[in-house]
């Protein structure tokens, strides 16, 4: 059974550096094919794709948040973390990780509701 | 940048058949999943790779893919169907649709 949990602050100040943490089990990220993917979701709006980190370390991320976002992952640990810089208000929202099978998020963790406020 | 254009609301009697769309550009050379999202949940895999739908989803949920738009079918819809509805794809980067929320009454 996989799971996946997402942790972090839950609140941060304008232009500081926001750092989750997603610990999963089930699966392994040395196993060929597979990636963890993190998505956010400000209140009462869409599903936003932030980043993907794949079993090679090979990366990709949101052309529109490239700039702020690194994806790191740690295989010995069963973590990959996030991490964005600048953070606004406007970065209010739940963020969440999901294992990334060929194609698609499945399963997804439970979300953390990250707020930035001063 | 590519886009994902869904209705933002639908709705549908009980037992009856629900279609949400999801519109983009060749979207039917690329492969479409779905997910469902009910109030304070995360997302759940509801059908991937166009029309496969995961272990534990009820037969009732269908997916199509072609030309430029992915439907999402709900055959004999049910209230506990009641949620909002995310198409996805990827073209070089993962793309989400603004969503539909689905109302059965």
């Known amino acids: 059974q996989i799971t996946l949990k997402e942790s972090g602050p839950t609140l941060v100040k304008p232009t500081q550096t926001l750092t989750l943490t997603c610990t999963f089990s089930g699966f392994s990220l040395s196993t060929s094919g597979v990636g963890v993917g993190w998505i956010r979701q400000p209140p009462g709006k869409a599903l936003e794709w932030l980043a993907v980190?794949?079993?090679?370390?090979?990366?990709r991320y949101s052309p529109s948040l490239k700039s702020r976002l690194t994806i790191t992952k740690d295989t010995s640990k069963n973590q990959v973390v996030l991490t964005m810089t600048n953070m606004d208000p406007v970065d209010t929202a739940t963020y969440y990780c999901?294992?990334?099978?060929?194609?698609?998020?499945?399963?997804w963790g439970q979300g953390t509701l990250v707020t930035v406020s001063s | 940048s590519y886009e994902l254009t869904q209705p933002p609301s639908v709705s549908v009697s009980p037992g009856q058949t629900a279609s949400i769309t999801c519109s983009g550009d060749k979207l039917g050379d690329k492969y479409a999943c779905w997910y469902q999202q009910k109030p304070g949940q995360s997302p759940v895999l509801v059908i991937y790779?166009?029309?496969k739908r995961p272990s534990g989803i009820p037969e009732r949920f269908s997916g199509s893919n072609s030309g430029n738009t992915a439907t999402l079918t709900i055959s004999g819809t049910q209230a506990m169907d009641e949620a909002d509805y995310y198409c996805q794809a990827w073209d070089s980067f993962v793309v989400f649709g603004g969503g539909t929320k689905l109302t059965v009454l």
């Open positions: 790779q166009d029309n």
């Open positions: 999901a294992h990334n099978g060929p194609s698609r998020f499945d399963p």
């Open positions: 980190i794949y079993w090679n370390d090979d990366k």
